[in-house]
């Protein structure tokens, strides 16, 4: 049997336990905090990008349906009707006829904008299309 004396009391010493000190463990925490940061800050980037691609994507599409009007001539240089905004949205557009040197024959710029700051989000298209 054992017996119980003071040699028993010394082999806990902090020498042979094993474990964390708390130290070690406010440094994990911390070290721990920041990856978790570091990756929510990522994630909320990410998210602000998709929304501004989603955007310039449904722009994109409003330019090219007016780019199919001036094809179809419904919008035409001379025409009144060369800006408008797409109802139920915050989407509005621009079409800009430049005469060329060739009779006839036009440079057309679609501009399409959105949001309501002092410079507005936008995408550009140009084309050159022959009137006869």
Same mark, same amino acid.
């Given at each position: 049997?054992?017996?119980?004396? $003071?040699?028993?009391? %010394?082999?806990?010493?902090?020498?042979?336990? !094993?474990?964390?000190? +708390?130290?070690? #463990?406010? @440094?994990? =925490?911390?070290?721990?905090?920041?990856?978790?940061?570091?990756?929510?800050?990522?994630?909320?980037?990410?998210?602000?990008?998709? $929304?501004?691609?989603? %955007?310039?994507?449904?722009?994109?599409?409003? !330019?090219?349906?007016? +780019?199919?009007? #001036?094809? @179809?001539? =419904?919008?035409?240089?001379?025409?009144?009707?060369?800006?408008?905004?797409?109802?139920?949205?915050?989407?509005?557009?621009?079409?800009?006829?430049?005469?060329?040197?060739?009779?006839?024959?036009?440079?057309?710029?679609?501009?399409?904008?959105?949001?309501?700051?002092?410079?507005?989000?936008?995408?550009?298209?140009?084309?050159?299309?022959?009137?006869?």
């Amino acid at each position: 049997m054992s017996r119980w004396n $003071r040699n028993n009391l %010394r082999s806990s010493s902090p020498k042979n336990s !094993a474990g964390f000190t +708390l130290i070690e #463990v406010v @440094a994990a =925490i911390t070290i721990l905090a920041l990856g978790i940061t570091s990756i929510l800050s990522a994630l909320n980037g990410m998210t602000d990008t998709h $929304r501004l691609m989603e %955007r310039q994507t449904e722009a994109t599409l409003i !330019a090219r349906e007016v +780019l199919a009007l #001036v094809k @179809a001539e =419904i919008i035409s240089p001379g025409a009144e009707e060369t800006e408008g905004e797409i109802e139920d949205t915050d989407y509005r557009y621009r079409v800009v006829f430049t005469e060329s040197q060739y009779p006839s024959l036009y440079g057309v710029s679609v501009k399409v904008e959105w949001g309501e700051n002092e410079e507005p989000d936008n995408v550009f298209f140009y084309m050159l299309h022959y009137y006869e």
